[in-house]
């Protein structure tokens, strides 16, 4: 499903990465942990395209996403790549049912489509009685629940998830520990996630340690 080989990273004279290689399976879930400072969210991100490495090759579903530019790759983002951070980052202006929605509009999908698509998944992680809500109206469980919708919307082959859990209550982390393997059962979706959550870690099919830009085992 992914693979990168040989990922480096500077920042100045500050080298982050030395050579990462990963690879993840269809359907599997793996966490990235490890002190602060050891190049776990600088990978995700370059692993995500949000960011770009210095040296390296990353390859989703066998295409060289490394050598995507500008407007394709944001559009094979879009498409191909959910995300779900911290802090939610659902836009505030917009309903949750909107929010999910966005990706979505942004690919061309039609609209009545994408709107039920968004319902149903809104449904399934058990706010869809809260569609009509704006964020600042949602708990923060509930607006991570909508952020994890919107990171389904468009059927991405992967889900990169970055503390997802590190604005939660412990009540509200588990729940959405245990939402991400009910929704690999259901949708067959691949996770990768970096977390200081030692619970979510140990739930998931393999944990790639991190220390000083390099993985030590998993």
Known sequence: MLTAKRIEKYYGDLHVLKGVDVSIAKGEI?????PSGSGKSTLLHILGTLDEAAK???????????????RLLADFRNRHIGFVFQFHHLLPEFTALENVCIPGWIAGTRRREVEERAMHLLRTLGVGHRVENKPGALSGGEQQRVAVARALINN???????????NLDTANAKELHQLFFDLRRQLQQ?????????????MSDRVLHMKDGLILQG
Do not use: C, Q, W, Y
């Open 156 to 166: 991405p082959d992967i889900v990169f998830a970055d503390e997802p859990t590190g």
């Open 190 to 202: 691949t996770f990768l996630i970096v977390t200081h959550n030692e619970e979510l870690a140990t």
């Open 30 to 34: 793996v966490s990235i942990v490890g």
């Open 56 to 70: 390296g090759e990353i390859f989703l579903r066998d295409k060289k996403i490394h050598d995507l530019k500008g």
